[in-house]
């Protein structure tokens, strides 16, 4: 059965620091495509981030310079980790990956910042 688990959100202060975890059973994330997604309420999931199979990354303008995704192959997770925080970073944030037509989603885990 395949499962990604967020964890690591919080809530923290203007200008501090998270790192989120998605941990992986049931998939090797090196063979996928991993992106990390914010929602806020009553709007869409936004794509904050992506690191794809070849180990290409795609941020956000808005985050590009403050966030870094990446992946620990031996305890298969996918991370998130966010600098410099901001209010407007507020959000449900979920992991997502997908390779050969098949799509998975976390749970999410809820990021607040405060001012």
């Known amino acids: 059965q395949v499962q990604l688990v967020e964890s690591g959100g919080g809530l923290v202060q203007a200008g501090g620091s998270l790192r989120l975890t998605c941990a992986a059973s049931g998939l090797n994330l090196d063979i996928y495509d991993t992106h990390w997604f914010r929602q806020t309420p009553g709007q869409e999931r936004e794509l904050v981030a992506t690191?794809?199979?070849?180990?290409?990354?795609y941020y956000d303008e808005y985050v590009k310079g403050r966030f870094t995704i990446f992946r620990d192959k031996e305890k298969n997770t996918l991370n998130l980790q966010m600098t410099g925080l901001k209010p407007e970073d507020t959000g449900v944030y979920y992991c997502?990956?997908?390779?050969?037509?098949?799509?998975?989603w976390g749970q999410g885990t809820q990021v607040t910042v405060s001012s």
């Open positions: 690191l794809n199979n070849v180990e290409t990354t």
């Open positions: 997502h990956a997908d390779a050969y037509s098949k799509f998975y």
